[in-house]
């Protein structure tokens, strides 16, 4: 079976892995809704663990975007962390799901004038050929159409 990309697909992650909410977005990116995670935030300190999403075949890595939103939301949340991991298609039937860090400078070391550090770190990194839970396989299948033969594409 060969799968073809159609869309990002996002899912916002509680601190035990749970679904939140399933994000769809167009073939280049997905957007995730601050209202939401800032509501969810309020309700309970730390309750957005992960911003997951699906990326385009062979794309492990964050983007620049992704990049941009984690640090954002690493200020935003401070002082509780904040994830960011993608699910991507690395082979016929092999996916890769990278989970990121949002490491923030804590405020009792950050110098006055400075700017404060900020860095992301690779998490883990998970290899799967049938995805393990509900929402990965959800996921994965709001984003990738399956088909079999050549004339389908």
């Known amino acids: 079976m060969n799968h073809k990309f159609n869309n990002e697909v996002g899912i916002i992650l509680s601190e035990e892995w749970d679904p939140l909410v399933f994000i769809e977005g167009n073939p280049g990116s997905v957007d995730f809704p601050s209202e939401f995670i800032l509501d969810a935030h309020k309700r309970r300190n730390g309750f957005v663990h992960v911003l997951m ?23 935003t949340l401070y002082p509780f962390p904040i994830r960011m991991g993608t699910l991507t298609l690395t082979g016929k039937e092999t996916f890769i799901e990278t989970t990121y860090l949002a490491l923030l400078e804590p405020k009792e070391l950050w110098e006055k004038g400075k700017i404060r550090k900020f860095s992301i770190e690779k998490e883990h990194v998970y290899d799967f050929v049938e995805p393990i839970g509900f929402w990965r396989k959800k996921a994965i299948e709001m984003s990738y159409k399956k088909f079999d033969k050549i004339s389908e594409l």
């Open 53 to 75: 999403h699906t990326h385009p075949p062979g794309m492990t890595g964050l983007s620049f975007r992704d990049e941009l939103t984690l640090k954002t939301l690493a200020f």
